[in-house]
């Protein structure tokens, strides 16, 4: 394979568009843990289910802070391997396009360790929904 200019190249809408998405992640988990954080205080006590939610969701932002550095220094490393190309140095170059793709999948593991996360904690929520309900349901009865 003929490794050019533009192979590099290929790859930065890729990672464009998994930084918009982990930024929008960012930004709902922001905004979520805000709102958790005032449903604290207002119940001016230590909840238990609002305590392990944002502790869980203390880790997805460490993990999404992650993702995202590492999807920042895989554009960085494409980037470098393109000016690396364009001053003839082709061995070098791959070399560095090959760190850029390593570090795009440390990026995706992450990324699909967080959404575990996000997923098993949508399950504790969803549990705990469907036990109050039966709950109210046998209240009514």
């Known amino acids: 394979m ?34 958790l954080h005032d449903k604290a205080k207002e119940k001016g006590e230590k ?22 550095f590492l999807a920042i220094l895989s554009l960085f490393s494409c980037v470098f391997s393109m000016f690396l190309l364009f001053l003839d140095k082709n061995i070098t170059g791959e070399i560095v396009f090959a760190v850029g793709l390593a570090l795009l999948m440390f990026s995706l593991i992450l990324s699909a360790i967080e959404i575990n996360i996000s997923v098993h904690a949508l399950n504790i929520q969803l549990s705990e929904s469907v036990e109050s309900e039966s709950f109210s349901d046998n209240k009514e009865e």
């Not at 464009?16 to 843990?33: D, E, G, K, P, Q």
Request: hydrophobic share 50%.
């Open 2 to 35: 003929k490794f050019t200019l533009t192979t590099p190249a290929l790859i930065f809408s890729t990672i464009s568009l998994l930084l918009l998405a982990y930024t929008n992640r960012f930004s709902v988990l922001a905004n979520l843990i805000r709102g």
């Open 47 to 68: 909840d238990h289910i609002i305590a392990s939610q944002l502790s869980s969701l203390k880790k997805r932002v460490k993990l999404i802070r992650n993702m995202q």
